[in-house]
Structure formats: C-alpha cells, structure tokens
C-alpha cells in the first residue's frame, strides 16, 4: 500500500475527490437548472481521473520496461469499473438512490 502512495500520490489524492463528490449532497443553485449538468461533471471528473493515473503511470515507470498496456487498464479500464461500482454504491448506500429506470442509462451517459 505504502508502494501506491509513494508512486501515485497525486492520482490517490484525486480518487479520494472523486469518491468524496460522488457521495456529497451539493447545495441547491441555479445551476441545478441546466440540463445534464451532472453528465458534464461527471465526464469532468473521471476524465481527469484517467488523465491523471494515466500520466503518473507514465512518470513512475519511465526508466523501466513495463508494458504500456498497464496504463491502458490503469487509466481506462479501472476508471470506468469504479464509475460503475460508485453508481452502484450510490444506489444502495445513500438515501437519495437513482431510480431504477434510469440506473442504466445514468452510467452508460458518463462512459458512452
């Protein structure tokens, strides 16, 4: 564990952001009026996830030969099994769940 922290600590810091974002319960604004603005928050937010683990993976194992298909699964792979495992963290744990008709659809917008 102490060898992830040494070697990502920017892209752990950033995990824990969006971890933390996930599961809060923004204050009402006006801007809860735009249409999907969640959709754009959450592209924000796993896209600079994936930029992130992507360009420590490239940092922390430039003078070694590790196979560049590790920061494939590390920056694209990963993030998209954590995007799923939190919606469905955030269907189950929370007390305000996403409706079930739109669970599905709520996922497939961040990723596709």
């Given amino acids: 564990m102490l060898y992830y922290i040494k070697k990502y600590p920017v892209s752990l810091a950033v995990i824990l952001t969006v971890i933390y974002l996930s599961f809060f319960k923004p204050p009402t604004t006006e801007l809860g009026t735009i249409p999907n603005l969640d959709k754009v928050v959450h592209i924000c937010m796993y896209f600079g996830m ?23 699964v590390g920056a694209f792979i990963c993030p998209v099994l954590f995007s799923g495992i939190v919606e469905l963290l955030q269907e189950y ?4 769940p996403i409706p079930p008709e739109l669970f599905w659809h709520h996922w497939q917008l961040v990723w596709f």
Avoid: V, Y
């Avoid at 994936?50 to 494939?72: C, Q, V």
């Fill in 50 to 72: 994936s930029g992130m683990l992507w360009l420590e993976f490239l940092r922390a194992h430039r003078k070694d030969h590790t196979p560049i298909w590790h920061a494939w």
């Fill in 93 to 96: 744990c929370t007390l305000q």
